[in-house]
């Protein structure tokens, strides 16, 4: 059965750093995070394909790093200095296949989501 488990998110002041893991029941060639703030839509925030080739949203350049544990099967999103508006569930998810594009169609798996708070 495959799994991905969201953990790391919490209560975090503007300004400061958080990182998110998630760990799979097994090896993907390609991972991501995707995140959905309240009332809005999910979006795509960074992509990595194995073994470190990373993709991220426009936005996210800068502020966030995707990287992972091949040895381990974990995912990773280190965020800097962190914005209200980071404020959302930050979701990951898998694929088998190569994906290159920001569709979440695109992942097979998902996990259940963390909660990230960014307080004023």
């Known amino acids: 059965q495959v799994q991905l488990v969201e953990s790391g998110g919490g209560l975090v002041q503007a300004g400061g750093s958080l990182r998110l893991s998630c760990a799979a029941s097994?090896?993907?060639?390609?991972m991501g995070w995707f995140r959905q703030a309240p009332g809005k839509d999910r979006e795509f925030v960074a992509r990595?394909?194995?073994?470190?080739?990373?993709g991220y949203e426009d936005s996210a350049e800068g502020r966030f790093t995707i990287s992972r544990d091949n040895a381990n099967n974990t995912l990773y999103l280190q965020i800097s200095s962190l914005k209200t508006e980071d404020t959302a569930v930050y979701y990951c998810?898998?694929?088998?296949?190569?994906?290159?594009?920001?569709?979440?169609?695109?992942?097979?798996?998902w996990g259940q989501g963390t909660q990230v708070t960014v307080s004023a």
């Open positions: 998810a898998a694929s088998l296949r190569a994906v290159t594009s920001r569709v979440q169609r695109e992942f097979e798996y």
């Open positions: 097994r090896r993907f060639l390609s």
């Open positions: 990595i394909r194995y073994p470190d080739t990373a």
